[in-house]
């Protein structure tokens, strides 16, 4: 149980394009998302945490109007990266926290190589 | 939340247990500790996580000293599917409870 599912896994664009990367949680309602960044050979970094009908909490350095986030129903977040260049090709993973209090699940993440 | 250390790499060899060590000092009374995994490209998986008592489950066991300062993540039987970078986090009470990874632990499980 507890299964996020993140599309597309990976993804090609141009310069200049914008690109949408979904997160759904498959057997749960997840009130709180969080969207993380991680760069060749680094550890994950959080973006921001998005809660269902509110604005997303960005973490610090983190261009709001950049990455857009929206998570407008229990079951799915979307992380929008306008106009993209090169420095945003990075692997992009979301998470949920598990109703409860037993723990977080995370996506399979999506490689994004803006060309 | 609570800085955790662990070291930034070990070796297994296959078949034998792996211990891989945390330090969570400034852990308070009532946080979790949480282990996670990541293999190469993928995202982090969930392995185990306790407060207080030793906790095992089919991937893994967890030992939580009595100070509740460090930790143990014991695989008992590393395969060579198990070389993966090994997160410790102890993610604080009222921070909405995101998860921050700090460098973690690059085991690798040779034959």
């Known amino acids: 149980g507890a299964v996020v599912s993140q599309h597309p896994s990976w993804v090609i664009c141009k310069s200049g394009t914008s690109v949408k990367i979904e997160c759904r949680s498959l057997?749960?309602?997840?009130?709180?998302m969080f969207w993380y960044r991680q760069f060749p050979k680094q550890s994950l970094m959080l973006m921001a945490t998005?809660?269902?009908?509110?604005?997303?909490?960005?973490e610090q350095g983190v261009e709001k109007d950049k990455f857009l986030i929206n998570h407008a129903s229990l079951t799915l977040s979307t992380l929008t990266v306008t106009s993209a260049h090169p420095e945003d090709s990075s692997f992009y993973i979301c998470?949920?926290?598990?109703?409860?209090?037993?723990?977080?699940?995370f996506g399979s993440g999506t490689r994004l190589t803006v060309v | 939340d609570a800085k955790t250390t662990q070291p930034t790499s070990m070796d297994c060899a296959e078949g034998r247990a792996a211990n891989l060590p945390c330090n969570h000092s400034?852990?308070?009374?009532?946080?979790?500790v949480y282990w996670y995994r990541q293999i190469h490209s993928q995202g982090p998986q969930y392995i185990i996580h306790?407060?207080?008592n030793n906790e095992t489950n089919e991937m893994a066991s967890l030992i939580i000293t009595e100070d509740r300062k460090s930790s143990t993540l014991i695989l008992p039987h590393a395969t060579l599917r198990d070389t993966a970078v090994y997160y410790c986090?102890?993610?604080?009470?009222?921070?909405?409870?995101?998860?921050?990874f700090g460098k973690g632990t690059k085991l690798s499980v040779k034959p």
């Open positions: 998470s949920a926290s598990i109703p409860g209090g037993y723990g977080y699940t």
């Open positions: 057997d749960f309602q997840a009130t709180t």
């Open positions: 998005s809660n269902e009908g509110s604005k997303a909490t960005y």
């Open positions: 400034t852990i308070s009374g009532n946080e979790y």
């Open positions: 306790g407060l207080k």
């Open positions: 986090i102890v993610p604080a009470r009222g921070s909405q409870g995101n998860l921050i």
